[in-house]
Each structure stands twice: as C-alpha cells, then as structure tokens.
C-alpha cells in the first residue's frame, strides 16, 4: 500500500490523506532512465520490465481510485494531473505529449482524442503487457540492434547474434499482429510530433537524443512503406500495420546480418550461406510487396524515391551518381529481369513478380555454380583437365547455367584467371591450375554477361548463347557506359571504344570468330581481357604517376607523363609488371637501344586516341596497352601451334578468315571505295606479317608489296609478338 493525498473530486489531487495499492510514487520518474538505458542497449531486463509494469501500474491505480467526472469514462486531463501528481514529480506532461499519446490511443482503440472510456482501459493493459513482454526479450540484443555490438569472433558470439535477429523478427511480428487491429489510419508526422514531446522530457540529459534520432529516421520509413507495402507512405491504414512491421523488422534483420555475419569472403562456405539466406530473404519480401500493390508493380517512381533516400541517408555507396543509379536500375528492371521473347519485351513499368522470378533465378544459378566447387571436392584448385571431366559429372538444378559453364569449361581456351584476377595463357588448356578465386571469376562474369545479353538481344529467348548483334551491343554499350567510366574501365567520353571492342572482341579473343554478333563466349572474354589489364598496369600507373613529371593533360583533365620516363620504368620492371604474360617478357627482353624505342612508339600507336598527344602518355592508355599485349597474346595462345612463339605462313593461313573482314575494309580502294579482291586482300594481310607495314605507305612499299604478290610461291615468314604488334599499330595509326 502506498500513501499519498488524492481527493476524488472530478479526478483532481487534493490534500486528503488516501491510501491505494499500485507502484511506489514517482515510479515513472525512474522509468525515463530506463527507457533510455534500454535503447542505448545498457538496460537490464529487469528495469524495462519495471518501468512498463510502473506504466500499467499507474493506469490500474487511476482507474481503481479516481472518479472521473462520467461514470463511463475518464478525460485525458484527469489522467494527466493524476499521473503528473503521483507518478511523475520531476518531469512535466506538457499537454501536447498527452495530446498525441491520445492520438495513439485513437489510432489502436478508436474513440474520441480527450476520453479513455473503461473498455478502453482493459485494452491498454492488452497492448501496454504486449510491450513490455517484447520489450523483456529484447533488451539482451540491444547492443546489437543499434549495431554497437563487437564483430562476432566465436561460434557463441555469432549464435548470440543469429538469436537476436531471430528475436527481432518474431518481436516485429508480434507487435504488427497487436497494431493490425487498430482502428483508424496514423500519420508519420504526428509520431514525429509525438517523439519530440517525449524527447522533452529528457531536456536535463543532453547525452541521449534517441527521440530525435528516430523522427531523422521517418522520411525513409515513409518511402519503405511506399516501396514495399503500398503507396501514400505517411499515412500508415489499419491493415497496414501488421506487415509493415514485421516486414521492416525482417529488413532491419537483413541490414545486420550484412553488418554481423557476413564474413570476408562471401563466395563460399559460411559466406555463401550467409549470402544465400540474405538474398532468399530479400526475394520473399520482394515477392510479398509485389502482391501487396493494387496494380501488383513496384512502380518506377517508388523505387526512384528508395534509391533517393538511401544516397541521402548515405546507406547506399555506390561509385556511381544517384541518376545514373536510377538509370541503371532501370536497365536492369525493363530489360535484364524483363527478356524479350518473339522480338518483343514487355513494358515495364517497375519490379513485375516475373521480374523477381528471373531475379531469383539468376542469383541461384549463381550460387549453384560456387557450390559445384566443393561437391566437384576442387579444395584449393584443379588442372583444368581434372577440373572438366569432375563438372561432366555435375548435375544443377539451374540447366541454364550449368549449359553456359559447360560451353565455357568446353571451349579449345577456356578462360582461367590467376589470384590477381588476370587472364592465364598456356598453349595446353588442360595444363593450366584453376583455383577457387578462378572459378568465381568465371561464375560472376557469366552471370553479366547473361543479364546483358538478356537485357539487350532482340530476342533473348532465341538467341540463348548466341550473343548481342552490333546494333543491340551499341545501345547495351551507351546505357552500361556511365559505370564502366565510373569503375574506371573506360575513359570519360571515349567514343571510339564502343565499336573498338566490338571490332577486338571479334578479332583477338580466344572465341573470336569474325562475324558480326558479340557471342556469349566473346563477351566474357573481352570483359575479363579489359578487367586484367587493368589489374596489370594498376601497378605501373603506380609507379608512373609517382615517379615521372607531367608534361600537360588531355581535355578531360587527366594528367599526361613524360614518354622517356615511362618508357624507361617500363624497361627496368618488364618481369614485375608482365609476369602474367611471360612470353612478353621473354621476347621484351631482347629488344634494346632503338628497338625498345621503336616498340615503345609501336606501342604508342596502338593505344592513341583522337584527345592524346605526342608530348606525353595518360594512365588509360597504359591500361590499354596491358590490354593489347593480352590481345595478342591470345591470337598466339590460339593459332601458335607449334609454340615457336612466332606465326609462319601456314598458321597465319589458319587465322586468316578472322582476320579477312578487318583487312578488307582497311584496303577499299582509294578512287571508288570498293573493296579490293580476295587474292589482292590475301596478299596485303601476308606482306603485313612478313614486314610489318603498309604496302601503300610511300613508293616504296608499293613497290616491294607488288613484288611480294607476284611470288606467292615462295611466300615465307616467322611473324613474332613485336611485328603482329607492328601491323596492330599500322591499323590503328595510319
């Protein structure tokens, strides 16, 4: 039994003496500090559990005790004196807290904003020992929620987590099970109203601003109720909020388990699950929102506004700006995860549960493939050889990825990258190591390269492993070309490239095949050529950038470096810079004097742009050297067969058809622009390997070029790494 002075006239304190039972006076005056200890993840159970029984407690007490000025129910007032009076000495109730408190009561119970009537008060005790229940089982993973828990190193640490973000969830399901009987709509700017009010009452403690930091956080739940629940996101119906907290419960869920249980390495083991759980997760809620939309399409707009927020609240870290996030998104929406089929795609007009459905395909397939490794019992890597007859025995689910790994391991070159992510040559495929790192390479480049050629074919449904025609891999080339440049695999404004890599693509990769299609095979490898050459000269631009003046820069504003000097750190580093392509180096080493100058100006032609000069060499045309050195590199890998390191007349032959397009449109005829005939374009492409120039270069080389045709006969020749180079730079130069 307490003691206190109450007059039960119309519910006002007064000054006779009266005894009640309930909590000890001023209780809530001590269940501020809990609170705040709870949210800060410093609370104990005990002391929640205290202050909601205080809260319930008080209300009992108010209601055995107080008559109110109606028999049937109590204003707000008269609570708010009452509370104020007993329970709460040191802190104010201003009457705007008591105000939205009752516009909460409104939204669950119904009734008016100034009356709690008797029913009522036998729901609140439902609602306020819900709370405090939840409340009880989340107080030891506090920490964790405001991600101020230490990285989990132990197995126990990481269970301890696991059991949180299972609690979160079942605590979000079960306070959307109690709010989804609410009786009429809330607005998130009233709860913001509501938190500041409530905030006050800790004005003496400047260290917490819990309050605040939850209405900083309400723009991006209205924008999350609009993307995953259904539009008018500040407006939050009765039937809305069961899903919309347990599903925002469920993607806070996501969010830390990203923070907690994602290891290094999210590729295989413990990572890959991790990943696997995250993403299923993810298409579950994907897949319900989609249901939950009156036109069931999460709209452009909607999505527009997530990705908004997310840059603004800095959540989402892209290299990219927030337009061409958007742009990309819809790429990747209207035409990746929305195929067409007959020559025709469908509009989209947002994320479809077609949409979602190729989503998830794709990213199991994905996964399939990483798994294979281990059931393949492939430990830290395989010869190619072995690696080929284990995947025969391979049986997936996925049939579409297990056919496009199966084309890639069946290929006479198949594509394996060393732990620095560069492409591995060897004459003898089945020689060549394949580590796990390799076969992830593969696995997500095929993957692109599928969505793009999904995304962009006239028919993806036919054209399966076929490829992109020139047209479609153009327009696939200006909508992906915001990132490329933002990744730093283009250079800003490069116009020339796009059809460069089409032209290469067709010309040097090891699946190359001269016709007018970038083919699934061709699209991984120029990818994979581009993405190692910049990971070759990453360390020479190092070096270049710290060691040698710049002698101006491009319109673009990158910095141009003196030739000598990166002509002579390119000399003195050849075994460190190219030791992924050894033949390089081998044959690099016997050039000196005027023949490394002359490489070095060969080189210089192949890799110039209409913005360079001659007066010094950009970082991306390093990067596209590197490239070039791979470029051809692989037409030796590929046509060498002898591994002499050089070409003869036969083994040029063999290359000849690929090639044939290439020197036919280089060689029309100046007067009436028509291409030459096949023996003259026979000829040209020879003389160019036997003597690494043009034959319309001056008189003179006309003169010996005449000769060179009129003895086809005697045609002979060894065409080594430095002259194809010769004849690359009179293509590109001249």
């Given at each position: 039994m307490t003691g206190c002075s109450l007059a039960l006239e119309d519910g006002q304190p007064g000054n006779e003496p009266v005894k009640f039972e309930g909590p000890g006076e001023s209780c809530l005056d001590n269940a501020l500090p809990a609170v705040q200890k709870f949210f800060s993840g410093d609370g104990v159970s005990k002391d929640i559990d205290a202050a909601w029984t205080c809260l319930s407690g008080a209300l009992k007490t108010f209601e055995t005790h107080v008559r109110g000025e109606h028999k049937d129910r109590y204003a707000a007032r008269e609570l708010q004196a009452f509370l104020q009076r007993f329970f709460l000495r040191e802190q104010q109730l201003s009457?705007?807290?008591?105000?939205?408190?009752?516009?909460?009561?409104?939204?669950?119970?119904?009734?008016?904003?100034?009356?709690?009537?008797?029913?009522?008060?036998?729901?609140?005790?439902?609602?306020?020992?819900?709370?405090?229940?939840?409340?009880?089982?989340?107080?030891?993973?506090?920490?964790?929620?405001?991600?101020?828990?230490?990285?989990?190193?132990?197995?126990?640490?990481?269970?301890?987590?696991?059991?949180?973000?299972?609690?979160?969830?079942?605590?979000?399901?079960?306070?959307?099970?109690?709010?989804?009987?609410?009786?009429?709509?809330?607005h998130l700017s009233d709860a913001a109203t509501f938190l500041r009010e409530f905030g006050k009452l800790y004005s003496k403690d400047k260290e917490w601003d819990g309050p605040d930091k939850l209405i900083r956080q309400?723009?991006?739940?209205?924008?999350?109720?609009?993307?995953?629940?259904?539009?008018?996101?500040?407006?939050?119906?009765?039937?809305?909020?069961?899903?919309?907290?347990?599903?925002?419960?469920?993607?806070?869920?996501?969010?830390?388990?990203?923070?907690?249980?994602?290891?290094?390495?999210?590729?295989?083991?413990?990572?890959?699950?991790?990943?696997?759980?995250?993403?299923?997760?993810?298409?579950a809620i994907l897949d319900e929102s989609v249901q939950a939309k009156n036109n069931k399409i999460i709209e452009y707009r909607?999505?527009?506004?997530?990705?908004?927020?997310?840059?603004?609240?800095?959540?989402?870290?892209?290299?990219?700006?927030?337009?061409?996030?958007?742009?990309?998104?819809?790429?990747?929406?209207?035409?990746?995860?929305?195929?067409?089929?007959?020559?025709?795609?469908?509009?989209?007009?947002?994320?479809?549960?077609?949409?979602?459905?190729?989503?998830?395909?794709?990213?199991?397939?994905?996964?399939?493939?990483?798994?294979?490794?281990?059931?393949?019992?492939?430990?830290?890597?395989?010869?190619?050889?072995?690696?080929?007859?284990?995947?025969?025995?391979?049986?997936?689910?996925?049939?579409?990825?297990?056919?496009?790994?199966?084309?890639?391991?069946?290929?006479?070159?198949?594509?394996?990258?060393?732990?620095?992510?560069?492409?591995?040559?060897?004459?003898?495929?089945?020689a060549i190591n394949v580590s796990r790192e390799s076969w992830t390479e593969l696995n997500w480049r095929r993957t692109i390269v599928r969505l793009l050629i999904r995304g962009f074919a006239s028919d993806a449904?036919?054209?399966?492993?076929?490829?992109?025609?020139?047209?479609?891999?153009?327009?696939?080339?200006?909508?992906?070309?915001?990132?490329?440049?933002?990744?730093?695999?283009i250079a800003p404004g490069d116009q020339k490239l796009k059809v460069s890599l089409f032209d290469e693509a067709n010309l040097f990769m090891p699946s190359a095949d001269g016709n007018d299609q970038l083919s699934f095979h061709e699209g991984i490898e120029i990818m994979s050529f581009i993405l190692s050459g910049t990971q070759i000269s990453a360390p020479i631009n190092k070096d270049t950038n710290a060691q040698c003046k710049q002698v101006g820069r491009n319109p673009?504003?990158?910095?141009?470096?003196?030739?000598?000097?990166?002509?002579?750190?390119?000399?003195?580093?050849?075994?460190?810079?190219?030791?992924?392509?050894p033949n390089w180096v081998k044959m690099l080493k016997k050039l000196r004097g005027e023949k490394w100058n002359e490489f070095y100006e060969h080189l210089l032609k192949t890799v110039s742009g209409d913005q360079d000069s001659p007066d010094g060499i950009r970082n991306a045309q390093v990067t596209k050297a590197a490239v070039i050195f791979q470029y051809i590199e692989s037409l030796f890998i590929r046509f060498d067969t002898d591994?002499?390191?050089?070409?003869?007349?036969?083994?040029?032959?063999?290359?000849?058809?690929?090639?044939?397009?290439?020197?036919?449109?280089?060689?029309?005829?100046?007067?009436?622009?028509?291409?030459?005939?096949?023996?003259?374009?026979?000829?040209?492409?020879?003389?160019?390997?036997?003597?690494?120039?043009?034959?319309?270069?001056?008189?003179g080389t006309k003169i010996k070029y005449i000769a060179w045709k009129l003895r086809k006969s005697s045609w002979e020749f060894e065409a080594d790494r430095f002259q194809v180079l010769r004849v690359v730079a009179q293509l590109a130069g001249d």
């Amino acid at each position: 039994m307490t003691g206190c002075s109450l007059a039960l006239e119309d519910g006002q304190p007064g000054n006779e003496p009266v005894k009640f039972e309930g909590p000890g006076e001023s209780c809530l005056d001590n269940a501020l500090p809990a609170v705040q200890k709870f949210f800060s993840g410093d609370g104990v159970s005990k002391d929640i559990d205290a202050a909601w029984t205080c809260l319930s407690g008080a209300l009992k007490t108010f209601e055995t005790h107080v008559r109110g000025e109606h028999k049937d129910r109590y204003a707000a007032r008269e609570l708010q004196a009452f509370l104020q009076r007993f329970f709460l000495r040191e802190q104010q109730l201003s009457d705007s807290l008591v105000l939205e408190t009752m516009r909460i009561k409104q939204m669950l119970l119904g009734g008016d904003l100034n009356h709690l009537t008797r029913e009522e008060f036998q729901q609140v005790y439902v609602i306020l020992d819900t709370f405090r229940t939840e409340s009880v089982k989340l107080s030891p993973y506090m920490k964790i929620l405001n991600l101020d828990y230490p990285e989990p190193k132990t197995e126990e640490q990481r269970a301890f987590v696991e059991r949180g973000l299972y609690q979160l969830v079942s605590t979000g399901a079960t306070i959307g099970r109690l709010l989804g009987k609410s009786q009429n709509a809330y607005h998130l700017s009233d709860a913001a109203t509501f938190l500041r009010e409530f905030g006050k009452l800790y004005s003496k403690d400047k260290e917490w601003d819990g309050p605040d930091k939850l209405i900083r956080q309400l723009p991006l739940v209205a924008v999350l109720k609009s993307f995953f629940l259904r539009p008018t996101g500040n407006s939050i119906a009765p039937d809305e909020w069961r899903e919309l907290v347990a599903k925002a419960a469920r993607l806070f869920g996501l969010y830390m388990r990203t923070h907690y249980l994602f290891p290094n390495s999210l590729t295989s083991g413990e990572g890959l699950r991790q990943v696997s759980t995250f993403v299923g997760e993810l298409f579950a809620i994907l897949d319900e929102s989609v249901q939950a939309k009156n036109n069931k399409i999460i709209e452009y707009r909607q999505i527009d506004d997530l990705i908004d927020h997310l840059y603004k609240m800095n959540v989402l870290k892209l290299p990219v700006g927030v337009e061409t996030a958007k742009a990309l998104v819809k790429t990747a929406v209207g035409k990746m995860f929305n195929p067409s089929k007959g020559g025709e795609r469908k509009n989209a007009y947002g994320i479809t549960d077609s949409a979602v459905g190729w989503m998830r395909k794709d990213f199991f397939g994905w996964t399939e493939v990483q798994s294979a490794w281990d059931s393949m019992n492939a430990g830290a890597g395989l010869s190619m050889g072995e690696l080929r007859k284990r995947w025969a025995t391979q049986k997936l689910s996925s049939q579409d990825s297990a056919a496009e790994v199966s084309h890639l391991l069946g290929r006479p070159h198949p594509l394996a990258f060393s732990k620095k992510g560069t492409v591995v040559f060897d004459h003898d495929a089945n020689a060549i190591n394949v580590s796990r790192e390799s076969w992830t390479e593969l696995n997500w480049r095929r993957t692109i390269v599928r969505l793009l050629i999904r995304g962009f074919a006239s028919d993806a449904a036919n054209e399966n492993l076929t490829g992109l025609k020139k047209e479609n891999y153009l327009i696939a080339f200006e909508e992906m070309r915001p990132l490329a440049e933002a990744l730093d695999l283009i250079a800003p404004g490069d116009q020339k490239l796009k059809v460069s890599l089409f032209d290469e693509a067709n010309l040097f990769m090891p699946s190359a095949d001269g016709n007018d299609q970038l083919s699934f095979h061709e699209g991984i490898e120029i990818m994979s050529f581009i993405l190692s050459g910049t990971q070759i000269s990453a360390p020479i631009n190092k070096d270049t950038n710290a060691q040698c003046k710049q002698v101006g820069r491009n319109p673009n504003g990158d910095p141009r470096l003196d030739h000598n000097c990166v002509k002579k750190l390119l000399e003195d580093n050849l075994e460190a810079y190219f030791e992924m392509i050894p033949n390089w180096v081998k044959m690099l080493k016997k050039l000196r004097g005027e023949k490394w100058n002359e490489f070095y100006e060969h080189l210089l032609k192949t890799v110039s742009g209409d913005q360079d000069s001659p007066d010094g060499i950009r970082n991306a045309q390093v990067t596209k050297a590197a490239v070039i050195f791979q470029y051809i590199e692989s037409l030796f890998i590929r046509f060498d067969t002898d591994g002499s390191g050089t070409l003869n007349l036969k083994e040029s032959m063999v290359a000849y058809p690929l090639l044939y397009p290439v020197i036919r449109d280089e060689t029309k005829d100046p007067k009436t622009g028509e291409p030459m005939g096949d023996s003259d374009i026979e000829a040209i492409y020879t003389y160019f390997l036997r003597y690494g120039e043009r034959p319309d270069k001056n008189l003179g080389t006309k003169i010996k070029y005449i000769a060179w045709k009129l003895r086809k006969s005697s045609w002979e020749f060894e065409a080594d790494r430095f002259q194809v180079l010769r004849v690359v730079a009179q293509l590109a130069g001249d």
